[in-house]
C-alpha cells in the first residue's frame, strides 16, 4: 500500500491498517479571498502541501490524508469576492460528525493542520464534543503559525516582518505559495496596500471602512520563493517535533 491518500484505498484497505502506528492527518483551509494575485483556495493548498509532505519524510509512522475541509468559516471575508462560508454551528457539527466517524472506525492519533484562523474556535468545540469521555484517542489541532517562532520569522524574512497583526495575503502567504503552486500567483497583480489603522474590535453591523478593497492587509514586499521554501521546511521540522512528542510512545 503505496498511497498516503484516504480516499484512495480501499475499505479493506483502511480496515487493515495498523492504527497503533498510524495518524490520520486533516488538512483544513478555506475558500477566501487572497487579494488579486492568490487564488481562494490558498488556505487548503496550503494545509494539503504541508499534509503531503509529513506524510513522505515521516519514517517511524504511517500518515494518512484525510480528505480536507474546504468549506469553512470565513464569513468576515464574505464582504470580499469569491468568498464562501458557513456558519460556525455547522463547522462545530462538521468537525464533531467527522471526528466521531474517524474515531469509530479505530483512528487514535488524529492530527489535525490548520491553516485558516477564523476555523479554529469552532474545530475546538468540534473536537471536544467528538471525544465525549474517551480516554484512548487523542486529536491535535495545530495552527501552522503557532508552530513558528518570532526569532525564526525574523531570520527568514528580515525587516520586512511585521507580524501576524495584518499578515493576510502578503508576505508569509505570498512566499509560501511562490513555493507551493507558483503557477497560480499572478505577480504581475501584486499591489501594496494595507489597512488604514490597526484596530482589533469589530462593528456590527459588519463594518469594513477599514479594510483596503483590494482584500491584502499588509505589504508583500520582500516575498520571495526561496523564502517561502524555508519557511515550510520549518513548518515540516515543527510538526515532525509534535508527532514525536505526543504520538509516538
Excluded at 4 to 22: K, M, P, Q
Excluded at 82 to 97: F, M
Amino acid at each position: 500500500m503505496g498511497t498516503h491518500n484516504y480516499v484512495d484505498l480501499t475499505g479493506e484497505e483502511i480496515d487493515a491498517l495498523d492504527r497503533s502506528n498510524t495518524i490520520l492527518l486533516l488538512p483544513v483551509g478555506s475558500i477566501e479571498q487572497h487579494g488579486p494575485h492568490l487564488p481562494v483556495d490558498t488556505d487548503t493548498l496550503t494545509a494539503v502541501h504541508i499534509a503531503q509532505k509529513m506524510a513522505a519524510t515521516n519514517s517511524k509512522m504511517k500518515l494518512i490524508i484525510a480528505p480536507p475541509f474546504r468549506y469553512t468559516y470565513a464569513k468576515p471575508s464574505r464582504v470580499f469576492a469569491g468568498t464562501v462560508s458557513i456558519d460556525g454551528q455547522t463547522l462545530i457539527k462538521l468537525t464533531r460528525d467527522t471526528m466521531r466517524c474517524f474515531i469509530e472506525l479505530g483512528f487514535q492519533k488524529i492530527l489535525v493542520i490548520n491553516a485558516h484562523m477564523e476555523n479554529t474556535d469552532f474545530m475546538i468545540e468540534g473536537i471536544s464534543l467528538s471525544l465525549g469521555k474517551s480516554s484512548s484517542v487523542k486529536i491535535i489541532l495545530a495552527n501552522w503559525w503557532e508552530l513558528i517562532v518570532e526569532k525564526d520569522l525574523v531570520k527568514i524574512f528580515g525587516p520586512d516582518w511585521k507580524g501576524w497583526v495584518d499578515e493576510h495575503a502578503a508576505l508569509v502567504e505570498t512566499s509560501l505559495m511562490m513555493y507551493i503552486t507558483p503557477e497560480l500567483v499572478k505577480t504581475d497583480k501584486i499591489v501594496d496596500d494595507r489597512r488604514k489603522s490597526r484596530f482589533e474590535f469589530r462593528i456590527f453591523p459588519w463594518d469594513i471602512a477599514n479594510y483596503p478593497a483590494s482584500g491584502v492587509f499588509t505589504s508583500t514586499q520582500g516575498y520571495s520563493r526561496e523564502k517561502g521554501e524555508k519557511l515550510l521546511e520549518l513548518i515540516i521540522q515543527e510538526i515532525h517535533q509534535l508527532i514525536e512528542e505526543h504520538f509516538i510512545p
